[in-house]
């Protein structure tokens, strides 16, 4: 039987990750801070789901409940995904929200991938996969520590997809547009193209079985969206000037 751990697994994308590798009979390990939103979301003991109460910015509580799960249950696979944005997108940054944001969506993968690596390299076996975002891109106005960390986390990944390539250890990036999760309900603004959590979780449980190094979707938007990444930055700043797609408030 497979096995598959997945950070922030309680709610939104990752749930619905949960539940469709519980459905096709893996054994599944989740975690999130908050133990009401895991039993709000899985029939406990039927789903055959087992939840850590873990803050993934705490690297000792991650790396045990990783420890633990693959000691008794297993891990082919584990999915970084937990991960915290701005609801309020501001042109002068939280920072105490910012340092937040860094500490959940690129030490909280960092942490992950760790514990995952203390039991993959001896095994010369797994994958890891982490959830960046379209956000990373470009830097968005209004998100700046959100499209750092998705930059950096797609990075991260290319850089550790190339090393670990010896130990047999695949690395996957996936980097979802806009997806109906509580995460985005909380958003006052237009979300185009928006994907629902379900239908994410089949596409991204897709490109993960065909161990794609990257994947974006929905195409047509990251399409868009890669495009602009590549216009010179002139251009780039001149089109985030228009306010439909500019977020940022005073
Ligand atoms: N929704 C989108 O449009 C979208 C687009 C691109 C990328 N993403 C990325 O996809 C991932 C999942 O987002 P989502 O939309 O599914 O969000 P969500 O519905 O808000 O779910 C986030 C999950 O992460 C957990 N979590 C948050 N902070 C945590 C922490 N410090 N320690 C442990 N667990 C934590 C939450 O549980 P607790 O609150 O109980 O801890 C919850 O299970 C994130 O990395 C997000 O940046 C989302």
Same mark, same amino acid.
């Given at each position: +039987? ?21 459905? %096709? ?11 009401? %939103? ?34 008794? @249950?297993?891990?082919? $696979? $584990? ?13 002068? =940054? ?25 039991? +993959? ?12 975002? @379209? ?46 999760? =509580? ?6 603004? +237009?979300?185009?193209? +928006? ?22 979707? #929905? ?6 969206? !890669?495009?602009?990444?590549?216009? #010179? !930055?002139?251009?780039?700043?001149? $089109? ?11």
């Amino acid at each position: +039987m497979k096995t598959v751990f997945i950070t922030g697994g309680t709610t939104g994308i990752g749930m619905e990750l949960a539940k469709l590798y519980a459905n %096709k009979g893996w054994k599944v390990g989740v975690c999130g801070r908050d133990k009401l %939103k895991f039993e709000a979301s899985f029939q406990v003991g039927r789903d055959n789901v087992t939840f850590y109460q873990v803050d993934v910015a705490n690297r000792d509580e991650i790396k045990k409940a990783i420890a633990d799960f693959s000691k008794s @249950i297993g891990l082919d $696979l $584990l999915i970084a995904n937990a991960g915290i944005g701005y609801a309020y997108k501001t042109k002068v =940054p939280d920072f105490e929200w910012s340092y937040r944001i860094v500490h959940v969506n690129l030490l909280g993968v960092m942490y992950a991938f760790e514990a995952a690596l203390d039991v +993959m390299i001896p095994r010369s076996k797994g994958q890891l996969v982490a959830m960046s975002s @379209i956000a990373g891109y470009n830097g968005l106005p209004g998100v700046s520590a959100y499209s750092a960390t998705k930059a950096a986390v797609q990075k991260y990944c290319e850089s550790l997809h190339l090393d670990l390539k010896q130990f047999n250890i695949d690395v996957t990036t996936i980097c979802p547009g806009f997806v109906d999760t =509580p995460l985005t309900q909380a958003n006052d603004h +237009m979300m185009p193209f +928006m994907v629902k959590a379900p239908k994410a979780a089949s596409l991204i449980a897709r490109a993960i079985e065909k161990k794609k190094m990257i994947y974006a979707f #929905p195409f047509f938007f990251s399409m868009i969206v !890669r495009i602009m990444g590549m216009l #010179p !930055r002139t251009w780039y700043r001149a $089109l985030m000037s228009f306010k439909a797609i500019n977020y940022s408030k005073d």
